[in-house]
C-alpha cells in the first residue's frame, strides 16, 4: 500500500531564514510522482513543486526545493528565505504509476514570526 | 491564464438533501479529480475523469456520483446528504492526472446541518 508521512504537525521558522518540512514515503512502483502542495487558511490548495521519481536532478522552483533522497524515500521541502506569507499548511502528496489518485500526508503547519 | 474554477465556493445544505459543485478546469486540460478534505479524514480521493470518462474512484459510497462533460467542466453530486459529507471539496485540473502537475481549484464547502 501507498503511504505518506509527515512527521512535523507544527513547524515556526524566523522570517528570512531556511525552513525544512519533512516527507517520506512509502510505495512498491517503479514509477511515482512527489508533490508539495501549500493551502493558507482560505482553503485552497496551491501547487510548489513536482518531482518524479526518474528526474535525475532536485526539483526547484523559486524559493521553493525538493530535496528527493530516492533510496531513503524521502521527499523533504526546502523553502528558503522564509516570508510571512509562507505561514500555511503544507501538504505532501504522492501518485504512484499508471492511476491519476493523489495520496496526501496529514500535513504541517508552518508559522513565520516576524 | 485563467485558473480551475470550482463553483459555489460556500454553500449550506441540510440532511437529506441533494448538492451539485461544479469546476471549470484550466483550458487545455482534459483531466479533473476531486478531494474530500475534512479534519478528521485529511484528503481524501473521490474521482478522477478524463476526456468525459471515470478512470479512477475512490472508496466512498454511491451517494456521491460524478461526470465530465465534453468541454472537460466536471460536476460531482452527492446525494442523501448527511452530517458527515460537510468538507471542503476540491478540484485537480491537470493535462493528464496520471503524469505530470495536477493544479487545485480554492474548493467547495459545504455543510450540512
Known amino acids: 500500500a501507498q503511504k505518506i508521512t509527515q512527521t512535523q504537525p507544527g513547524m515556526f521558522v524566523q522570517e528570512k531564514e531556511a525552513v525544512t518540512l519533512d516527507c517520506t514515503y512509502d510505495?512498491?512502483?517503479?514509477?511515482?510522482?512527489l508533490f508539495w502542495y501549500k493551502q493558507p487558511s482560505s482553503g485552497e490548495m496551491i501547487f510548489l513543486i513536482y518531482?518524479?521519481?526518474?528526474?535525475?536532478q532536485n526539483a526547484t522552483e523559486g524559493r521553493y526545493s525538493l530535496n528527493f533522497q530516492k533510496a531513503r524515500k524521502s521527499a523533504n521541502l526546502v523553502i528558503s528565505a522564509s516570508q510571512l506569507g509562507d505561514s500555511a499548511m503544507y501538504f505532501c502528496a504522492m501518485r504512484g504509476q499508471g492511476t491519476g489518485k493523489l495520496i496526501f500526508g496529514q500535513g504541517t503547519t508552518l508559522q513565520v514570526k516576524p | 491564464k485563467a485558473g480551475v474554477t470550482q463553483t459555489p465556493r460556500y454553500l449550506i445544505k441540510t440532511r437529506g438533501q441533494q448538492v451539485t459543485l461544479s469546476c471549470s478546469p484550466i483550458?487545455?486540460?482534459?483531466?479533473v479529480s476531486w478531494y474530500q478534505q475534512t479534519p478528521g479524514q485529511g484528503l481524501q480521493f473521490l474521482f478522477e475523469y478524463f476526456s468525459e470518462t471515470q478512470r479512477n474512484k475512490g472508496n466512498f459510497p454511491g451517494r456521491f456520483s460524478g461526470r465530465q462533460f465534453s468541454n472537460s467542466r466536471s460536476e460531482m453530486n452527492v446525494s442523501t446528504l448527511e452530517l458527515g459529507d460537510s468538507a471542503l471539496y476540491l478540484c485537480a485540473s491537470s493535462l493528464d492526472a496520471r503524469d505530470g502537475e495536477l493544479f487545485f481549484g480554492e474548493g467547495s464547502r459545504l455543510t450540512v446541518l
Open positions: 510505495t512498491s512502483d517503479p514509477s511515482y510522482g
Open positions: 483550458s487545455g486540460h482534459r483531466s
Open positions: 518531482q518524479g521519481s526518474y528526474d535525475q
